[in-house]
């Protein structure tokens, strides 16, 4: 009867599974010795085949174990989905909900995206124009400094890097979830360290967090999303005294009072402090980030990281920015200007109160019996008004309010006044 063979091998196909081999005995005959392959699997035509196990698979059998338990992030939804969702033309929708720039980049950005040369090309791999311009801007070498497809990619780059499965990260919630995050995607624990009243980190809690649970990263947010609050130096020495790697985010640096703590990672082993485009520079939906590192640590870092991690449009977009500084400040004073004038604002509501941000928004209590969430909706679904609210216990009765253009404001304000009148 025939059969069907496979061979493991290419130069076995054509053969039979089963070889016979010759060999000269000493009168001159010749004896067969069989030799089978035991990767080699025999059909005969007509017998029964049995199901192989990889059909009683499921692509989820090859997932991480820890992943399967992973819960997603909760990122805010896109305009166009937004339009749809509240039936409204994205013009008509204020979007106070991101702290997102609401001016954009500066208008040669455009420009230069437009008439970009060589799309069909590679990025530089180490984005050697962009470092050299943002080496003048933050003052640190250029070689201290690595550009990310924002700074969320370097936060997952440094744990994958530093963290070990089971190692321990310390949060300071209420504060950007994105390091809770990937702490779980890179299987490290998280300990967390709730703030003090008026959302100040608790130094005390912190140290002694680090050292009994042996935390190899600590990250601290200053301004702090959501309240705005920023970090003294006097606290910042402290917890860099402490034995782990300190990362200090300063993606809203440009909207403080206090001056970027860049600089010091010149002089401390164990800092790093990311920064971004997204904000001051308006480039969000680029996606450019960048962080300082103490030279023995980057080094590791460029191995690991993808080496063309940031687009040619996204360099050219941030380098381009950098050289209409004067745009960016004009830009960051207006938003700080208007940032004041929302505040008295806001403080008129009597179901609000505002805390006073170094930021571009402003997390508001929401009091007098009146629900957070209830509020954000119905902002939404009548005014076409987006403002952000978290459902987490730390925050579940604040809503939080990005710095928008003076005209968005008055419809923001005319729709908190007009729900006020109501309740």
């Known amino acids: 009867s025939s059969s069907c063979r496979t061979h493991p091998h290419p130069q076995?196909?054509?053969?039979s599974s089963v070889s016979a081999?010759?060999?000269e005995t000493s009168n001159g005959r010749t004896r067969t010795r069989k030799r089978s392959h035991p990767r080699v699997v025999i059909v005969s035509a007509g017998s029964s085949i049995k199901p192989s196990r990889s059909s009683q698979m499921k692509a989820t059998d090859f997932l991480r174990t820890h992943l399967k338990t992973l819960a997603p992030y909760t990122p805010i939804e896109p305009f166009e989905v937004l339009s749809q969702k509240l039936g409204r033309a994205p013009g008509d929708i204020v979007k106070l909900d991101a702290n997102e720039n609401p001016y954009g980049p500066p208008p040669e950005v455009l420009d230069a995206l437009g008439t970009m040369k060589f799309p069909n090309i590679y990025p530089d791999p180490e984005c050697?124009?962009?470092r050299g311009l943002l080496a003048d801007y933050v003052g640190v070498p250029a070689e201290n400094i690595l550009v990310g497809c924002g700074a969320d990619e370097l936060i997952d780059l440094l744990m994958r890097c530093v963290l070990e499965p089971g190692d321990t990260i310390v949060d300071t919630p209420p504060t950007f979830t994105m390091y809770?995050?990937?702490?779980?995607?890179?299987?490290?624990?998280t300990v967390q360290v709730p703030r003090l009243d008026g959302f100040k980190i608790d130094v005390d809690g912190v140290s002694e967090a680090v050292r009994e649970h042996g935390a190899k990263i600590l990250f601290?947010?200053?301004p702090n999303n959501p309240d705005g609050g920023v970090i003294s130096d006097k606290d910042l020495r402290r917890l860099l005294d402490l034995p782990c790697l300190v990362v200090l985010d300063e993606a809203y640096i440009e909207f403080a009072k206090e001056d970027s703590r860049s600089s010091w990672v010149l002089e401390r082993e164990n800092m790093v402090v990311f920064r971004t485009f997204s904000k001051s520079a308006g480039l969000a939906g680029l996606r450019v980030g960048y962080g300082i590192f103490p030279t023995d640590l980057i080094t590791y870092l460029w191995r690991a990281k993808q080496p063309y991690n940031v687009s040619a449009a996204a360099e050219l977009a941030a380098c381009t920015a950098l050289e209409n500084v004067d745009y960016m400040n004009t830009v960051r004073d207006m938003l700080v200007q208007e940032r004041g004038v929302l505040m008295r604002e806001l403080d008129s509501?009597?179901?609000?109160?505002?805390?006073?941000?170094?930021?571009?928004f402003i997390l508001c209590k929401v009091t007098g019996g009146t629900e957070a969430h209830e509020l954000k909706q119905k902002l939404q679904n009548e005014y076409g008004v987006m403002v952000r609210h978290y459902n987490k216990a730390l925050l579940n009765g604040y809503i939080r309010i990005s710095v928008g253009k003076p005209e968005?404001?008055?419809?923001?304000?005319?729709?908190?006044?007009?729900?006020?009148?109501k309740l």
């Open 349 to 360: 509501i009597w179901f609000l109160e505002p805390f006073r941000s170094q930021s571009n």
């Open 128 to 130: 050697r124009r962009l």
């Open 21 to 23: 081999r010759r060999k």
């Open 220 to 222: 601290v947010t200053s």
């Open 180 to 189: 809770a995050f990937d702490a779980d995607v890179n299987a490290a624990k």
């Open 408 to 421: 968005q404001h008055v419809v923001l304000m005319a729709a908190l006044r007009d729900i006020a009148d």
């Open 12 to 15: 076995l196909q054509g053969t």
